[in-house]
Nanobody, 116 residues
Framework: QVQLVESGGGLVQPGGSLRLSCAAS????????MSWYRQAPGKERELVASITSAGGSTNYADSVKGRFTISRDNAKNTVYLQMNNLKPEDTAVYSCNARWAFLEYWGQGTQVPVSS
């Protein structure tokens, strides 16, 4: 059974930091590119960051460059999103995504409210 389970979300003040984790099971993790997406209330889902299967290449949305870092540990079947200097506009539900060829899986998401 394929599972992607996010954790690490929660209320944070502007300027604060959080690290999200996404634990994968039920598929060959090291074959899949992994991404983090987010969806803010009333807005479309957007790609935040992605990382290739071996972790050699990353990509970020312009809005998070220099503040967020995506990484993965293939030995632990886990992908991370380190979020620093959080802003109110980062408030969203963050979901992880796994993609390989025509196969794609999603986690259930974790909420990240950024507010004072």
């Amino acid at each position: 059974q394929v599972q992607l389970v996010e954790s690490g979300g929660g209320l944070v003040q502007p300027g604060g930091s959080l690290r999200l984790s996404c634990a994968a099971s039920g598929f060959t993790f090291n074959k899949y590119a992994m991404s983090w997406y987010r969806q803010a209330p009333g807005k479309e889902r957007e790609l935040v960051a992605s990382i290739t299967s071996a972790g050699g290449s990353t990509n970020y949305a312009d809005s998070v460059k220099g503040r967020f870092t995506i990484s993965r540990d293939n030995a632990k079947n886990t992908v991370y999103l380190q979020m620093n200097n959080l802003k109110p506009e980062d408030t969203a539900v963050y979901s992880c995504n796994a993609r390989w060829a025509f196969l794609e899986y999603w986690g259930q998401g974790t909420q990240v409210p950024v507010s004072s």
